[in-house]
């Protein structure tokens, strides 16, 4: 597509369930990578996936958070046990490659996940 | 380890009116330094870049110039226009160990009124 895609637009869940926000890179683009955006918080980084090499995990701020990402393409940031400082804005961005220090990456429009 | 200080907002200007958003920063080795801005019910988008000392990214009339000596890198526009509200963020990418990861600000809110 044209851009990075993100699914669902926006996401209510009760507290305690699991929840997969999906995210569609843009074609072609071997990197990816999860951030959370919420009030007082601003933008943290998550997960960051590069080809076929072990994701970068270093930001996920518990064990309830995971991602995965198949066939270096599509990827899915699992939620489980939701709790309500898990409501925030998730973002997905994709870019093309590891070009040295400057790498431009672009982002979708986001998950907005509220858990109530 | 790396981190990014914006100046906090919300800004609000007249249009027309000069604008600086300051940003400073922390990191290890010689990062890239970013602007991004969001506009409202938008994703975020790339505004400017710069890649090494004394560049200066630019686009939209926004210029910003990378300081080493004073660890900066301060957004400004001359002539700030309403369609300009949105929310700004200073980013740096550190490459090295942490390649291809970037450390946001915390974002300044910028309002123009007519």
């Known amino acids: 597509g044209a851009g990075v895609s993100q699914s669902p637009s926006n996401k209510v869940t009760e507290k305690g369930k699991d929840v997969e926000l999906r995210c569609d890179p843009i074609?072609?683009?071997?990197?990816l990578y999860w951030y959370r955006q919420s009030l007082g918080q601003g933008l943290e980084f998550l997960i960051y996936f590069q080809g076929n090499s072990a994701p970068d995990k270093s930001g996920l701020p518990s064990d309830r958070f995971s991602a995965e990402r198949t066939g270096g393409s599509v990827s899915t940031l699992t939620i489980q046990r939701t709790q309500q400082e898990d409501s925030a804005v998730y973002l997905c961005?994709?870019?093309?490659?590891?070009?040295?220090?400057?790498?431009?990456?672009?982002f979708g429009q986001g998950t907005r996940l509220t858990v109530v | 380890g790396n981190s990014v200080t914006q100046m906090e907002g919300p800004v609000t200007l007249s249009e027309e009116a000069f604008l600086t958003i300051n940003c400073t920063y922390t990191?290890?080795?010689?990062?890239?330094l970013f602007w991004y801005v969001q506009y409202p019910g938008e994703g975020l988008q790339l505004l400017l870049k710069a890649t090494k000392a004394d560049d200066k990214g630019s686009n939209k009339g926004f210029e910003a110039t990378y300081r080493k000596e004073t660890t900066s890198f301060h957004l400004e526009k001359g002539s700030v226009q309403v369609s300009d509200s949105a929310v700004y963020f200073c980013?740096?990418?550190?490459?090295?160990?942490?390649?291809?990861?970037?450390?946001f600000g915390q974002g300044t809110i910028l309002t123009v009124h007519p």
């Open positions: 990191a290890t080795g010689y990062p890239s």
């Open positions: 074609s072609g683009h071997t990197a």
């Open positions: 980013a740096l990418n550190a490459g090295g160990t942490s390649y291809g990861k970037l450390t």
């Open positions: 961005a994709s870019s093309l490659a590891e070009t040295g220090v400057s790498t431009e990456a672009f």
